[in-house]
């Protein structure tokens, strides 16, 4: 999809490269076109041709990349998810550092942006329609405010998109990613027994890593801009998710698991936000026929390879 | 027998197998001599005595087992019909052809419940159907009246369309949203096919071609006193624009039998609006001890001919009109229905 223009030689800037998806990411692209790492991380195992600087995106270098130009396209990965962080530094990280981001991509030309947001933004709720389409509101930080700045950050790309048209912005809004990354849907599969709220099996639905990686390529071919939500194989309700991976499912209460969680990531035992259980409790699924007419998008991955991906090497 | 699985015609060629032929034939030996001391002397200790009834016993329970289990097969069929299973698996045919149901309908759990939901069906309300070769294949929408206090008209309406239809067809009703809150019911009305009812979640069942059910009187025709049974209350509006939009036929289905299920004397509003919930029905039968079961009435189920409309389905004036259109049809099928009925019961 990159490959019509191969003789550019202008560089694809990836915010956050050395997270996991952002390094699948990298090794995608990096044959095709140039590309730039902008990590707090060091990229100790990174392909020869990459150029990575270890900069915070908060810093005033952060712009000189963009300034020395020859930027061809900003993929934005480098959202903080730990909610151990500060209020603060989430604000100043996801919303006002994308922000200056998005300045800089406006002040220098550079033709395309893309964002990779969540379908967490729409929020589990009991009366979410089965498949939810990309107009539908952001309801997210509703019940679950600690993550009301993925919601601003969503809706500063939105409003970019608006503000801009001549630059083509891309918003990709998965469902829950499965595999070696390091995000709440992977580690909770990744548990050998499950805890699940007893009388509770919504239905779910996951998307293989390799899978977001083909559609964050897709996003990069020029013409492309607009909001997409990227689902994945069938919808699977979770007890049979669970079946399938073989794992012991425990039900809790929903109070009783409420409090328990709500204690233990006060007390550093789990990294799981208690608002987090709406997740397995109510559906939040989305409707990704856009996706699939506007990028060609179809995942490659069935439901059972999706699943069994969180298994895989952590080292990979 | 194919192939080169071996079958063993007596206990002693399984023992010769493992070399114990030997030890066998000393066993039987002794066991025939048992015999035939027991049948001349009696059993000298309680224990052996015991032995001798459970041996003549045994072949007693045996029978009673298998009588047992005849009957209940007899009663299977007789509730669930012979082709239970084939009906099983034509459902379950039509959801892996659609590459399972995104809403969570499991027809395991499904049929579980048509089993439950067969004695209500056969033997309690010994539904009788009329016209369900009216439903046409593909998508639709089943309007019916509302009745009898406790919605059990959907779940029978359901399993007429399960156990009487030809293919069978499973029912998709449109429950209230909050029951997504609540423990064990969310996800017992996921498995049995009731979606959350939202209008993207009707328009996604029909453009899967599915059979939804919808009672535009909503609550109220439900907690109707007995003095206003078979007299339908004020449609909402909202099914015809559904079905303009899909381009759905709509069957209108009249259920008779239902109203005089649990009779009700009336609404008692202050206790409604203490309890906080929508009505509060007065039915003097639930205050007798162990009469909390519907009365055994008959159901006759009627289903009319598919109406196909046409319009723009935001004219609100044109939808009065042509769900005034709807309502009348149901209450000349009621009419036509009551008219034509023996007895409640019989």
Known sequence: ?316 | MAGNVTRFSSLAEIADLHGGREKLRKRLQWRREAARLGTEMESRNALARLADVAESAVPLLERLRATARHAADELKTRLLGRDFQQRVDVLKARYVDLGGDPFGFDVGTASNAAMMLAFFHRMYFRTEVFGIENVPAGRVLLIANHSGQVPIDAAIVGSSLFFDANPPRVVRAMVEKWTATLPFVSAFFNRVGQVVGVPENARRLLEMGEVLLAFPEGIRGVSKPFERRYQLEPFGLGFMRLAMETNTPIVPVAVIGAEEQYVSLGNLRWAARLLDIPVFPLIPQMFVPGAQMPLPTKYRIHFGEPMRFEGDPDDDALLGEKVWLVRQTISDMLRRGLASRRSVFL
């Open chain 1, 1 to 316: 999809m990159l490959a019509a223009d191969a003789a550019d030689d202008r560089a694809v800037v990836i915010t956050g490269i050395c997270g996991r998806l952002g390094r699948r990411l990298t090794r995608a692209l990096h044959r095709e076109v140039r590309v730039i790492g902008l990590d707090r991380r060091a990229f100790p195992d990174r392909p020869s041709d990459i150029e990575h600087h270890e900069i915070d995106i908060r810093s005033k270098r952060t712009k000189d990349i963009f300034r020395a130009g020859n930027v061809r396209a900003l993929v934005h990965l480098g959202v903080m998810h730990n909610l151990r962080d500060s209020v603060e530094d989430h604000h100043s990280w996801n919303v006002v550092a994308f922000q200056h981001l998005l300045e800089y991509a406006e002040r220098y030309k550079v033709p395309k942006v893309v964002l990779l947001s969540s379908a967490n933004v729409y929020g589990p709720r009991p009366d979410n329609p089965v498949f939810l389409n990309e107009d539908a509101p952001l309801l997210g930080a509703g019940p679950f405010s600690e993550i009301r700045d993925l919601v601003g950050l969503d809706m500063g790309a939105q409003s970019y998109l608006w503000r801009y048209p001549q630059t083509e912005a891309v918003i990709l809004r998965p469902s829950h990613i499965l595999g070696t990354v390091h995000n709440a849907p992977s580690n909770y599969l990744r548990l050998k027994v499950v805890p699940t709220l007893l009388g509770f099996d919504p239905m779910m639905q996951v998307v293989h890593q390799d899978d977001v990686v083909w559609a964050l390529r897709a996003a990069l071919a020029p013409g492309v801009r607009g909001i997409f939500n990227i689902g994945g194989p069938p919808p699977v309700s979770l007890s049979r998710a669970l079946t399938l991976l073989e794992r012991t499912a425990v039900g809790v209460p929903h109070g009783v698991a409420r409090a328990a969680v709500d204690r233990l990531f006060r007390w550093r035992v789990t990294s799981f936000p208690a608002p987090e259980l709406d997740f397995i409790r109510y559906v939040c699924m989305v409707d990704d026929a856009r996706a699939r007419s506007v990028l060609g998008y179809r995942p490659r991955h069935d439901l059972l390879e999706t699943l069994r991906a969180v298994d895989e090497e952590r080292w990979q």
